[in-house]
């Protein structure tokens, strides 16, 4: 709160008494606010709203009273939203689940009773003037279905009917929290579309998150995040010193406990009204509320382990009959030696690297309050270890949300939360001093370095690299129900991200490089993202069928980053400053500030509440865009059909619910920052032997820079059958990206930068998603519910200009860009035939290769399926299952290709008795340099999680003092079933990098193991 007060001046800057309408910012050193047409024409058409459909009279009262429960137990719902339809008129029921609606309009009207994780139950009443009505709603629990609540982007909660677009939803329970370790895990396999792929088992690292594919070919193509109305750092790599691969992720900084619905917006046809920032989806985050009660305080205890539970490979070498090492299979053909035998050694299991790492969790929460005011409140402590000495996590996690309503018109929330931590990293995947690189190319016998190929286990674990992190995310809003038609909403907030990299190594331990003199880094980085937004919203019927619901208004968003970097070498013993550094001094600083402005106006038609027609417009200005671009507009639509409660459609249990929708949408992603403009970076140049100050050309910038833009079609159904005992999913998407910024080489005639972006490509997705979730059983005493997802997805590069195809990837030119194949593809030579002999190892003649490099396959998944099991016993019991699957990809297996052909350690190349193909793969890599031989299929099926919960009879809890006692007991990452060679198919030695894919001397995912107490009082 302390850093909201003092920068209050330069936020938003405006002239004093302009309105939130005029707000004009410095875009890129211009003055650039909306053009005025936009802003005359958003107000003039939301004032014409008001001035049609404002009500021309009073009308006589009455009031309504009731209760809500819960269908399953009848027990009461406090905190349920009860609304009348077509107004903003409402309250929230009390402890008892009671409720009081008072001046509600005589006549026949239409009551909405929402809860999250509940059916809404809309009821009709016929209110009597100065009369009150009485009525009893029970809400049948469903996470999914066409009466769930959704939050759009524009900020209005709508029954999921109403949507033309498809929004994944994840409404976290207790045994899914204990399942998993961080914020990713609790997405993955959970919505149609969503890819989440772990890089590997580090602790503290994060995950790399695609919803319905890879649009960008420059670009990130992670989604954005929203918590509670801010905008939040979304940084998948964020860390300014790498450790080989593996990196820090701001998802994971998220409490899932403090999480109560997550949304998933997939596409552009649901993410237009976030503009410019949202073409690859869009995560909304809500946070756990307060409810009408007395205190709730709950409390748990959680412990685990983690183990990894791989065997790793010997490193092997043939000893030939005069006893020299290096006897290869293609030796042992040729007759160059006789292989007497082989001698093998394993030092990550020698020296006992590996440990069970321990982890635990402590939380405590507390939620209640008054019908004015309610309160939810929580902190949560988290020491966890990896399998790696020095590979651990410590966070902290505080949360304070806040809701207040000084009366049946006004109400003002706060959502706050702080989260502080420090993780470690081990030095690993593409670095000669990794734990687990090290040893896999290390020796064949043990020695000084303990088989390690540098510095040995007990010096590596002294390079520490560490990263600290303040981050506070706090929003504020206020809504106001100015008449029953019409409505306003405003918010403010900041995520503030203040971050310490650093690592050391003292002197004389690791013998490489500068290394042994000592090296110690420090980086201090703050990231701060502000969003301010504000609202009108008029609802109105245009006819006794035809309900219309208008609403305009304007968002603002600042994302401010300032770095200072400091390293040196040649530290004094016992000291890890800076201070204490003789040699090797850099310094240097980053700044960078993106600002964006918008406005957008959005019109809703109900006709008979059955069919909806939803349309929207969003205008952006940024200071990324180039000098000659001055606006960009974001159009959506959707269309939803509830064809079931059409009189004509056939009244049978069978099938009895259906429903049609359709929508497309366009949305945007901003060039970096000063990608658009030409600057000049400041050196130290070298004059007479002096230095003096001077610069260097930064960037070449084009001033015809444009956002890219992305549009997406989607269409499907949901149906009901069986009396909702089967729900029914589906839906098709076809998502193209144009003006795809692509890097064009400059000539160096022009004294420029080498390279600068330029608009130019164009890429395609498009698929199949589905959901079906089924009631096997629902009797009294048990319950058994399953849900099967998945998605198909092929991207394909369309254009990528007259550029020629970009290659990358490890090794230099295994992956590629190119036009007709999925976007970082993999390419080379591949094995088309091996004549195996009769007896003997594989000969290089053997061998056939293709004759020039081929596409190979997709680095990234093309397909996703899920199955969740939830089984509840008795009231007493509910048990948990998570099983999912990742296919149509392949992985280049570079941690064999290096130890088979740079290391000569692996098995194959020395024993006449291994899988021929794999002698064959070597082969063909030693002897004619073709990687592509080594990039496999990956498809994998992994028994993700299972848990199972006991239920303490209340007798039994109220003994302790308790209102509730639960145990839970949770098993993660359980089995994996795949043909992938390697230790696992779900790694990346990159970590959550836009697309750069390798299994290169990666440790692989953990097993976990968790148990939890939980008790409320």
């Avoid at 996470?143 to 939803?169: K, P, Q």
């Avoid at 998407?733 to 390279?755: E, I, M, N, Q, Y």
């Avoid at 195809?805 to 194949?821: A, M, N």
């Amino acid at each position: 709160m302390k850093k909201i007060m003092r920068r209050p001046a330069h936020l938003f800057a405006g002239r004093p008494g302009m309105t939130p309408w005029m707000w004009t910012t410095d875009l890129a050193g211009r003055a650039a606010a909306l053009p005025m047409t936009i802003l005359r024409t958003l107000p003039a058409a939301f004032l014409v709203a008001l001035l049609l459909h404002a009500p021309v009279s009073a009308q006589q009262t009455g009031s309504v009273e009731g209760v809500v429960t819960t269908a399953e137990t009848g027990r009461p719902l406090a905190g349920a939203q009860i609304t009348v339809e077509g107004t903003t008129t409402g309250v929230l029921s009390g402890p008892d689940g009671a409720f009081t609606l008072g001046a509600v309009s005589a006549g026949i009207q239409t009551l909405e009773i929402r809860f999250i994780g509940f059916a809404t139950v809309r009821q009709e009443v016929e209110v009597v003037p100065g009369d009150v009505v009485g009525i009893t709603v029970r809400l049948e629990r469903q996470a999914i279905g066409l009466e769930g609540i959704v939050l759009t982007a524009a900020g209005a909660e709508v029954r999921r009917r109403e949507l033309g677009n498809v929004v994944g939803n994840i409404l976290p329970e207790e045994s899914d929290l204990v399942a998993i370790t961080s914020f990713s895990e609790l997405l993955q396999g959970r919505s149609a579309g969503v890819v989440v792929s772990s890089p590997g088992g580090t602790v503290g690292t994060g995950a790399r998150i695609r919803i319905r594919g890879s649009a960008s070919v420059s670009l990130s193509n992670e989604p954005l995040v929203i918590i509670d109305g801010v905008r939040a750092d979304n940084s998948a790599q964020s860390s300014s010193i790498g450790v080989g691969g593996q990196s820090f992720s701001r998802f994971e900084d998220l409490n899932p406990r403090d999480i109560e619905n997550i949304e998933i917006l997939k596409g552009p046809a649901a993410t237009a009204m976030y503009g410019t920032a949202a073409a690859a989806g869009a995560i909304q985050i809500t946070t756990r509320g307060g409810r009408v009660s007395d205190p709730r305080w709950n409390v748990f205890v959680e412990r685990g382990l983690s183990e990894d539970f791989h065997d790793y490979p010997d490193n092997v070498t043939g000893l030939s009959t005069a006893g020299q090492p290096g006897c290869r299979i293609d030796l042992q053909a040729a007759g160059v030696c006789e292989l007497e035998s082989l001698r093998t050694f394993n030092p990550i299991q020698a020296s006992g690297l590996l440990r069970t790492g321990d982890r635990q969790r402590f939380g405590l929460s507390v939620t209640g309050g008054s019908e004015q005011f309610t309160y939810f409140m929580s902190g949560e402590l988290q020491d966890e270890e990896g399998a790696l000495p020095n590979n651990d996590l410590w966070r902290m996690s505080l949360r304070g949300n806040f809701d207040h309503r000084f009366s049946d018109r006004l109400a003002v929330s706060v959502r706050t939360g702080f989260t502080r931590s420090t993780a470690r990293l081990p030095q690993n995947d593409n670095n000669t001093l990794g734990m687990i690189s090290g040893a896999l190319l290390g020796a064949s016998q043990d020695g000084p370095t303990r088989g390690w190929l540098v510095g040995g286990p007990d010096a590596l674990v002294r390079y520490e690299t560490e990263q600290e992190v303040d981050r506070v995310v706090v929003g504020a809003e206020g809504s106001w129900e100015a008449t029953e038609w019409l409505s306003f909403r405003g918010s403010v907030g900041l995520d503030d991200v203040e971050r310490h990299d650093n690592s050391f190594v003292p002197p004389r331990t690791i013998f490489f490089a500068t290394l042994p003199i000592g090296e110690r880094v420090s980086n201090k980085i703050d990231v701060e993202t502000y969003t301010a937004r504000f609202s009108g919203r008029t609802s109105y019927r245009l006819s006794p069928s035809v309900q219309g619901n208008t609403a305009v208004g304007g968002e603002a968003n600042r994302q401010r980053f300032h770095g200072t970097y400091a390293s040196a070498t040649g530290l004094l013993d016992g000291t890890r400053s800076l201070g204490a550094a003789t040699e090797d001094f850099t310094v240097s600083e980053a700044f960078s500030d993106v600002r964006t402005l918008a406005g957008w106006i959005e019109q809703r038609i109900a006709w008979r509440d059955r069919v909806y027609l939803n349309a929207a417009f969003r205008a952006d200005d940024d200071n990324s865009f180039g000098d000659q671009f001055d606006l960009v507009w974001y159009p959506s639509l959707s269309l939803s059909w509830v064809v079931n409660e059409e009189a004509w459609f056939p009244d049978s249990p069978t099938f009895n619910s259906f429903r049609l929708r359709g929508a497309v949408g366009r949305a945007g992603l901003r060039p970096g920052f000063r990608d658009a403009l030409f600057f000049l970076t400041p050196q130290t140049v070298n004059v007479d032997g002096t230095n003096q100050p001077g610069f260097s050309i930064g960037g070449a910038g084009n001033p015809d820079l444009r956002p890219e833009i992305v549009t997406e079609v989607e269409g499907g159904f949901d149906a009901g059958l069986l009396e909702d005992r089967v729900i029914l999913e589906a839906t098709y998407f076809h998502k193209r990206s144009r003006d795809a910024l692509v890097s064009r080489r400059l000539a160096p005639s022009l004294g420029a930068t080498t390279t600068r972006f330029e608009n130019l490509a164009e890429v395609v997705n498009q698929g199949m998603e589905f959901g079906v979730t089924t009631i096997l059983l629902n009797r009294p005493g048990l319950r058994v519910e399953t849900g099967v997802s998945g998605s198909f997805t092929d991207n394909e590069l369309i254009n990528l200009g007259d550029v020629e195809p970009i290659v990358f990837g490890l090794g230099g030119d295994s992956q590629r860009h190119q036009e007709g194949y999925p976007l970082g593809g993999y390419w080379g030579r591949v094995v088309q035939e091996v004549n195996i002999p009769s007896q003997g190892p594989v000969r290089p003649g053997d061998v056939v290769l293709s004759d020039q490099a081929r596409f190979i396959g997709s680095a990234l998944p093309t397909r996703e399926f899920s199955l969740n099991l939830n089984v509840r016993l008795l009231d007493r019991i509910a048990v948990r299952a998570l099983v999912d699957h990742q296919g149509g990809h392949y992985l280049f297996n570079t941690t064999r290709q290096f130890r088979c052909l740079s290391f000569q350690n692996c098995r194959e190349i020395h024993d006449p008795t291994a899988d021929p193909m794999l002698q064959a793969q070597a082969l063909a890599g030693l002897y004619q340099g073709a990687a592509g031989v080594f990039v496999e299929p990956a498809d994998f099926t992994r028994l993700r999680e299972v848990a199972i919960t006991f239920t303490a009879p209340p007798g039994l809890a109220s003994r302790v003092g308790a209102d509730g006692l639960r145990l839970t007991l949770a098993g993660r990452n359980l089995a994996t079933w795949t043909d992938y060679t390697g230790l696992d198919p779900e790694l990346n030695f990159a970590g959550q990098a836009n697309f750069a894919t390798a299994d290169f001397l990666t440790q692989p995912p953990l097993r976990h193991f968790t148990a939890r107490v939980s008790v409320d009082f």
